[in-house]
């Protein structure tokens, strides 16, 4: 099977760092499938966040944002936010752009039936599906996978052909993408969504401010992601006014914020006002 690129690679971090927090007491979730799918690879990623991070935060000066806290209220936010829409609008379809090693098709409790579509290029789909061999996706789930890049032209003509309807109100997911591309690809992946999506759909991702690429409180932190080769490239300070240049009214939290805490974060969070700080933002929109 063709290797993972280094973008593709921090799908197995993310499912690693599911999987450590499905072991804690205190979990925010569960996620059975996520040490099957981190492997060996996903554990050696995880380590090596840890040797980034951990040590630094007994620094009083320096202290690096906690990736294993905001990965657990990141997943929990989106989570919610998800079943909830289903659950309270008319979102029978739900696309998973950039999806990775995500597991929702099998362990939310969907409230009502919907068609799934995950997009991710064709390998990582292909690894997904062997390493979770006949595990059955919920009741109410129909799962379309759609081999593809999502920084190429194609991918939006393979989605309809797969099932989608641009006509009908959908609901997006673009999580832990945007700042692994530049931005001339970020503002190309927002247009071509906009132009999928009917009036009312809407659309959550997770975005980093232009601070944060530089910060010295990140910097152990995005040296590693650099290692690896998936430097961190794009962050916005103002997501909601990024979301309306492509015709999505926003709003956008900070993980440690009252809806994004879960007792939970472990830092100060700063008010939106104050200049020149690095932030993680959790954003969704709707679609005018």
């Given at each position: ?27 925010l ?44 209220i990141?997943t ?16 029978p ?12 098709a ?109 910060a ?34 926003g ?25 020149d ?9 709707r679609?005018?």
């Amino acid at each position: 099977m063709e290797p993972f690129d280094a973008v593709a690679r921090t799908s197995l971090l993310t499912t690693a760092l599911r999987a450590k927090e499905t072991k804690r007491p205190d979990r925010l979730y569960e996620d059975p499938f996520a040490a099957r799918l981190a492997g060996t690879i996903g554990a050696d990623l995880f380590g090596q966040v840890s040797d980034a991070t951990w040590p630094n935060r007994t620094e009083p000066d320096q202290k690096v944002p906690s990736t294993f806290d905001y990965n657990a209220i990141r997943t929990r936010y989106f989570d919610d936010y998800l079943l909830a829409q289903v659950k309270d609008g008319d979102y029978p379809q739900v696309v998973m752009a950039a999806a990775g090693m995500d597991t929702r098709a099998y362990r939310l409790p969907w409230p009502r039936p919907i068609e799934l579509f995950e997009l991710d290029r064709a390998n990582v789909l292909a690894a997904k599906e062997s390493a979770l061999g006949d595990v059955p996706v919920h009741e109410d789930v129909t799962r379309h996978l759609i081999g593809a890049d999502l920084l190429g032209e194609d991918w939006s003509d393979a989605l309809i052909a797969a099932g989608y309807r641009p006509d009908q109100p959908s609901l997006w997911l673009l999580e832990g993408l945007l700042y692994y591309i530049p931005e001339e690809h970020t503002r190309r992946l927002l247009s071509q969504v906009a132009d999928l999506t009917a009036p009312g759909s809407r659309m959550a991702a997770d975005l980093v401010s232009a601070t944060a690429l530089t910060a010295p409180a990140v910097k152990p932190l995005l040296e590693v992601f650099e290692r690896w080769g998936c430097p961190w490239l794009y962050g916005h300070d103002e997501p909601e006014a990024l979301l309306a240049e492509y015709g999505f009214e926003g709003e956008a939290v900070q993980p440690g914020e009252e809806s994004a805490h879960y007792g939970r974060w472990p830092d100060p969070v700063h008010p939106r006002h104050v200049p020149d700080v690095e932030r993680v933002f959790l954003v969704n929109g709707r679609r005018k």
